[in-house]
């Protein structure tokens, strides 16, 4: 089961020569990241992949709208992203349930600020919660669920908002390993049931692989992207099943020069 | 064992054994007279004492106003408190304004206002309110405006990016986040409130338990000092349960754990 991501071949997001130099309270700067361009489709699911503390979730967070960039700018839809709004929709690796609603008004809460009426709010709440399987929990509070359910609310939240670009950073880095591939199948058949553009971000080779469309590799401190381009061993296609993606001829090389990428990147800090 | 716990029957037994003991050393001392009988009256005088305070005396009378005055200067505190101190820990310009005010406020003893309070107020309910006022509301403000900056930053992201307006934010965000904190920051508070009471109510007043206490001292009537000490223990503490139980009502949610 497989299928053409590409329906529409627009550019959603422009990032272009973005920088980002953060001062300290003592007055030090440090420069997070420099340079940084890369562009995303329309309906792409791009992967931003790169070690630890080599500015990914600074990136994701100017897209944001959640940082400004020092250099550069970041362009949605030709415009340019000025402060945080519902068009890019965040989901973080810590839980974000808000405890003292319900899993139902949790999910309706970004349709209740931006003025959609009770009824259809009702709806695409029902909707959604019906595609990460929480039905059964529309009444319960966060503080019944497991990790791993609370983490499908916030995807379901955001979800029906209707941005227009979904950004996660390390969403399932906090699950346990059975329900990270769980909710990695998951998130590939939302993708694939529902028009979005997604930019993630992880540090986990198998997860970009199997999601991404795209990966874009980021260099260690400061960071720039090192490579961008096409998971190619799925041929533009889209894999559902996890074990499809690891019988694919192409995975293991796949595999294999990500890890070099990650390796060398990782001496170059080491020292 | 070091850190290891024990049954809940070991923990509630030895929990009543320290009662026991006082009590029991308090008897046997009062039994065999190795105290003076006048400065110490064995514990079930001060029993009857609080019985007949009630049934002759007036003292329920005064248990009442001194409730209602620790009610009264607490609501007051918390009027101002919580809004001012979610403002101070959301707004990095309120916190700026106001807390090099508020802080230097925290080091000075509510106590040292008496005179003037008294010289301003006369000696009504107005100087004993204030002490009570002063006395609790700076702490409260600083526990709220703490409680509000660890409301988690995610949080607020997250709903700034589902397309919340900052106004939002605040009400449906930080406020409701914050809220249990609240009430603890004023279970605590409340503890504190009933200290500066029995100040207030033994410098200068003629109604409420401190005064019934400091009338008695003029009797030399001891038990019935021990039974105002035992009234203001037990009020502490119903308080104490009335806050644990409107957070247990109020944040329910926070409760049910399952998994
Ligand atoms: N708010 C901040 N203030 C100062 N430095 C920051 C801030 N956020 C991130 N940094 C620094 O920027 C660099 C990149 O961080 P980050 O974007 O979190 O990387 P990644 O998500 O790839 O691990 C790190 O060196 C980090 O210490
Ligand atoms: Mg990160």
Redesign the pocket.
Same mark, same amino acid.
């Given at each position: 089961m497989a299928t053409n991501f590409n329906k529409n071949d627009s550019v959603k997001l422009v990032v272009e020569n973005a920088g980002k130099t953060?001062t300290?309270n003592n007055g030090s700067t $440090?420069d997070? $990241?420099v340079d940084v361009s890369f562009s995303v489709q329309r309906n792409e699911y791009c992967v931003l992949l790169?070690p630890?503390?080599?500015?990914?979730?600074?990136?994701l967070r100017m897209v944001a709208g959640l940082e400004t960039p020092t250099t550069g700018r970041i362009l949605l839809d030709g415009k340019i992203i000025e402060g945080p709004d519902r068009h890019r929709g965040m989901v973080f690796q810590n839980y974000t349930s808000f405890d003292w609603l319900t899993v139902n008004k949790n999910v309706e809460y970004g349709m209740k600020c931006n003025g959609v009426a009770a009824r259809e709010r009702e709806q695409i709440a029902a909707h959604f919660l019906d595609i990460v399987q929480l039905t059964k929990f529309k009444d319960a509070y966060p503080s019944q669920l497991s990790g791993g359910m609370k983490q499908r609310v916030a995807i379901a939240r955001t979800l029906a908002n209707k941005p227009s670009v979904i950004l996660m950073d390390e969403p399932f880095g906090a699950l346990d390993a059975e329900t990270r591939w769980n909710m990695q199948e998951l998130m590939a058949s939302i993708i694939e049931s529902t028009d979005t553009t997604v930019v993630m971000?992880t540090h986990d080779i198998e997860e970009a692989l199997f999601l991404g469309d795209r990966i874009v590799f980021?260099s260690g401190?400061p960071?720039t992207v090192m490579e961008d381009g096409p998971v190619e061993y799925k041929n533009r296609q889209r894999v559902m099943i996890k074990e499809e993606a690891l019988d694919l001829p192409g995975y293991i090389e796949a595999e294999r020069h990500i890890m070099a990428l990650m390796r060398s990147q990782r001496q170059e800090i080491g020292g | 064992m070091i850190r290891k716990p024990i049954s809940r029957t070991a923990s509630i037994l030895w929990g009543v054994s320290i009662w026991v003991i006082f009590f029991t050393a308090w008897e046997l001392a009062v039994i065999f007279e190795k105290v003076n009988l006048l400065l110490v009256p064995p514990p079930e005088k001060v029993l009857t004492a609080l019985y007949s305070l009630i049934v002759e005396g007036n003292f329920l009378n005064d248990i009442g106003i001194s409730i209602l005055r620790v009610i009264g200067s607490f609501l007051g505190a918390c009027v101002v408190a919580v809004p001012l101190g979610i403002l101070m820990g959301t707004f990095a310009t309120a916190e700026s304004f106001l807390n090099p005010f508020v802080s230097a406020w925290r080091y000075l003893p509510a106590p040292a206002f008496i005179p003037i309070l008294l010289m301003w107020l006369g000696t009504g309910e107005g100087p004993k309110l204030a002490l009570l006022f002063i006395g609790v509301v700076f702490f409260l403000i600083t526990l709220i405006m703490d409680y509000t900056r660890q409301v988690r930053i995610e949080l607020i992201e997250t709903s700034l990016t589902l397309g919340a307006s900052q106004k939002r934010v605040l009400w449906t965000v930080i406020v409701p986040a914050v809220l249990p904190n609240v009430v603890i920051a004023m279970r605590q508070m409340l503890a504190v409130s009933w200290t500066y009471l029995v100040i207030a109510e033994i410098v200068a007043s003629t109604t409420g338990i401190g005064a019934m206490m400091m009338r008695a001292r003029r009797f030399l009537h001891t038990d019935e000092i021990m039974a105002g000490i035992l009234v203001i223990g037990i009020l502490g503490l119903l308080f104490d349960l009335l806050f644990r139980w409107m957070h247990r009502v109020f944040f329910g949610y926070l409760y049910n754990n399952e998994r």
């Open positions: 953060y300290h $440090i997070a $990241i790169g630890s503390g080599c500015g990914k979730s600074t990136v971000v980021f401190h960071g | -």
